[in-house]
Structures are given as structure tokens and as C-alpha cells.
């Protein structure tokens, strides 16, 4: 297909997404979200964050991405010169020869013989990839899912596969990496947080038309849908309770949370509303801000890059001090960019450019609205409070214009009972405010 296929139509808000203004990755994010956070919170990802996956059931899910990495590499190597591919192609992020490792690990020497023929779903998916590869464009949809997803969560998805191998007296673990070289990036990939980045801005150098940017939207559902086909199956080999992701980043962190052998996994999440046992529920409405007001240049001194500073940042001009996930907002973490500004949005359109930070007046389509009320949630569920609001700036959209959070992201709740309690119930650390 020539490029030209993929060049501008007239008509649209999004007919042509300027890469300086919102981009095409932010929109395909934003219109998958849904999508992405059923991946999350699938049982099969949690008995990951758990480190309590089954190891028969964790060589077939690593023998599906052996079928899966394989046969994308195969086809996007055969076709890398054909547009869009060039854009993306990157030897450095082939997933194969790691996988390849890691089956020896967990399957033995003989792990060729035991995933010589690929499971049922595992077909499927590879059926679909070699029928959407008759279109480039296409292609490079499962191109930008499948490694943007590896370099998002690799880095910590790797390092609980190790902590499993480690607790496997028969299993030599040695390294880092042990068991866990599928997540595992060549240098000049790290970060893999700023790889993801260059991936993005990659995609958003490209151009995409309406009609075309539509389709590449079928086809990442359709692939989505894949995604949770292959870890149903895989949960199915050893049904084993998890936890959520952010009980999980809380144990990392040191935090006290719920055993991951025993016990309901989403009581670790701050302000939760209790254990998951009673099944989702819808956030709580937005907390109400203290008092205090912050000028835009008395939240730049709050960027995270002085020690001793509390790290601060902005959703719809609430502060909120954030100190807590300094791994994440701190000198080198890979939200780094929001601190000490106001990320609403950023974070509505799902998107990490440093150039629309602090933008204080655009326009938000229903999507993007409910994308930023699920933040919100996020922030007072995981930072508590907001210590208050920032003054002299006006959003273009209120919390009023904003529906009510169906969910948290990163945590079990989201659904249709109400909470238990305020998010207020179970706060993150008083801020040093």
C-alpha cells in the first residue's frame, strides 16, 4: 500500500490529527481504553501481579506469544519496507529468541517438542494476524499494541516473574532476569518508558486519514478481544487468586497489603472501599479540595527534581501531592513530565507530549470526558485529597461537564454497586503540605 492511502480527507474533528496538537496514538489510547483495562484486570494478569501463576499454565501463555511474536516478526521483517512498517521497525524489540529462553526455563530443554502445536486460541489469533497482514496498515496495529504493551509493563511484569522463579527450588534462577527474559529490552531500548515515547511519536509522525484511522480502531478491538481469548485460556489450565495491580505495586513498594496466597487481593488498594470479594463497584464521587491555593509558579517548584520536595501535580486544577509514587512522578519516572503542572489534558487525551501540559483551554469529546473522570478517581483514591486547587487558571470543562467514574484505573473497582466508603476511608501518606 503507498502512502499516499494514508494521507489527509477533509472533515472531521480528528480527520487528520495534527501531531503537535493530540496525535493518533493519544486517540487509538483513548478509544481502547476500555479494552486495555480489561487486559489489566483480567484473573490471568493478576496471579502475575500475585507471583502466584501457575507454571503449567505460565509455559502455555508463553508458548502462545512464541506463536504469536514469531509469526508478526516473520511478517513485519517481509514486509519492513513497505509504509507504514519503515516508521516502526525495530529489530531491537523482536520478542522471539527471548521468548525462546524463556520457554527453556520454564518448560526444560525439551520445550520445542511440548508447544510444537499451538493451542486453540493461539490459532485463532495467528489467523487473524496473517489475514490483517494483507494490509500494512493493519499490520502495524498489532505491531503497536503487541510491543507497546511488553515496554509499558515489562519492567515490572518481569520483575514478579522472576520473584515466582526464584520460589521454585528446581528452577535455577539465577540473574535479574530469570524466566523472565520476554520482558527484558537491549540497552538502546531504555528506558523502555522513553522507547514507548519514540514508539508514539513515530506513529504520530504518520498520516492517517478518517477512514483509515477507523479501521486500525476494528482491528485493535479485534486484537484486544485475542488478548483476553489467550489469557482465559490460560487461566482456565489453573483457575488461581491474584491480586490487582496496585495491591501489587504497593506490596513491591513495601506497602502492606493482602497476602497474595490468600485473602481477597484488592484490599491493598488504598481507599478501595474494602476486599474485592463483593465484586466491583463504582468510585466514589469526586473528594472535595482543601482550602489552599497554588499559583501555576508555586507548582512548578514542585517537579520533583529537588530532594526533600514534595512532588506535586494538577487534574482539572486539583493539586494533589503525589509524593507517594515518586518512582513515578520523581527524577526519572515515567510520568516525570506531570510534576509540577497541570496534566488534565494529557491525561483526558491518554497522551505523554510535554508540548500540551498546562493547556487550559480545548475541546474533550464524550470519550475523552469519561477518560478523565476515571483519572480522577484515580488520583483521590490513590493520593487522597487534593490539597487544593490551582488559582488564575480555567479549564475549559468543569467536573460538572465530566459523567460520574466508572472505574479506577489499576484497581479492582469499577462496575455497578456503590462503594462501601469515601475514598477519604483509607488515605494515602498525609502530605507534607
Known amino acids: 500500500m503507498a502512502a499516499s492511502e494514508g494521507s489527509s480527507e477533509p472533515g472531521g474533528k480528528y480527520a487528520v490529527l495534527a501531531p503537535d496538537v493530540r496525535g493518533h496514538s493519544s486517540w487509538f489510547l483513548t478509544r481502547t481504553n476500555k479494552e486495555h483495562q480489561a487486559t489489566m484486570e483480567h484473573p490471568w494478569m493478576k496471579t502475575i501481579y500475585a507471583r502466584a501463576f501457575d507454571r503449567k499454565a505460565y509455559g502455555l501463555y508463553l508458548a502462545s506469544q512464541y506463536h504469536v511474536f514469531r509469526e508478526l516478526e516473520m511478517l513485519c521483517k517481509s514486509r519492513q519496507k513497505e509504509w507504514p512498517l519503515p516508521a516502526v521497525y525495530d529489530e531491537l524489540l523482536h520478542r522471539t529468541h527471548a521468548l525462546e529462553k524463556d520457554l527453556e526455563f520454564w518448560c526444560g530443554a525439551d520445550w520445542r517438542q511440548s508447544v510444537a502445536s499451538p493451542s486453540a486460541k493461539t490459532v485463532e489469533y495467528v ?48 540473574g535479574a532476569v530469570a524466566g523472565a527474559a520476554f520482558y527484558d529490552f537491549a540497552p538502546e531500548c531504555q528506558p523502555t518508558h522513553a522507547r514507548v515515547q519514540r514508539y508514539i511519536e513515530a506513529v504520530d509522525g504518520l498520516e492517517i486519514s478518517a477512514e483509515l484511522r477507523d479501521r486500525m480502531l476494528v482491528c485493535m478491538r479485534s486484537i484486544y478481544s485475542q488478548f483476553l481469548s489467550l489469557f482465559d485460556e490460560a487461566y482456565a489450565v489453573a483457575p488461581t487468586e491474584g491480586i490487582s495491580y496496585q495491591a501489587s505495586k504497593t506490596q513491591a ?9 490468600g485473602g481477597s ?21 469526586p ?14 517548584q514542585h517537579d520533583g527534581q529537588r530532594a526533600g520536595v514534595p512532588i506535586l501535580t494538577s487534574v482539572l486544577g486539583r493539586v494533589y501531592d503525589v509524593t507517594f509514587g515518586k518512582e513515578f512522578f ?4 515515567p510520568y516525570e513530565m506531570f510534576a509540577g503542572h497541570d496534566g488534565t489534558y494529557n491525561l483526558a487525551v491518554m497522551s505523554l507530549k510535554k508540548q500540551t501540559l498546562d493547556k487550559f483551554k480545548y475541546e474533550l469529546d464524550d470519550e475523552d ?20 486547587t490551582l488559582s488564575g487558571k480555567q479549564h475549559s470543562v468543569s467536573l460538572q461537564d465530566l459523567p460520574r467514574a466508572t472505574k479506577i484505573p489499576f484497581s479492582d473497582m469499577g462496575g455497578d454497586e456503590e462503594p462501601d466508603a469515601p475514598a477519604s476511608a483509607a488515605p494515602a501518606a498525609t502530605s507534607k503540605l
Open 287 to 300: 473528594l472535595d479540595p482543601a482550602d489552599k491555593a497554588f499559583t501555576a509558579e508555586e507548582l512548578l
Open 127 to 174: 489467523r487473524q494476524l496473517h489475514a490483517d497482514s494483507g494490509d500494512a496498515w493493519l499490520l502495524l496495529c498489532h505491531h503497536f499494541l503487541q510491543y507497546n504493551a511488553v515496554l509499558s509493563g515489562g519492567q515490572f511484569l518481569g520483575s514478579m516473574v522472576s520473584a515466582r522463579a526464584e520460589s521454585e527450588p528446581d528452577l535455577q534462577a539465577e
Open 369 to 388: 470526558k469519561e477518560c478523565l473522570a476515571d483519572w480522577i478517581a484515580y488520583f483521590d483514591n490513590r493520593y487522597s485529597r487534593p490539597i487544593g
Open 253 to 261: 513498594a513495601g506497602g502492606s497489603s493482602s497476602s497474595s496466597s
Open 265 to 285: 487481593g484488592s484490599s491493598g488498594d488504598a481507599g478501595s472501599g474494602g476486599g474485592g470479594s463483593r465484586g466491583p463497584k463504582i468510585p466514589p464521587p
Open 330 to 333: 520523581g527524577k526519572g519516572g
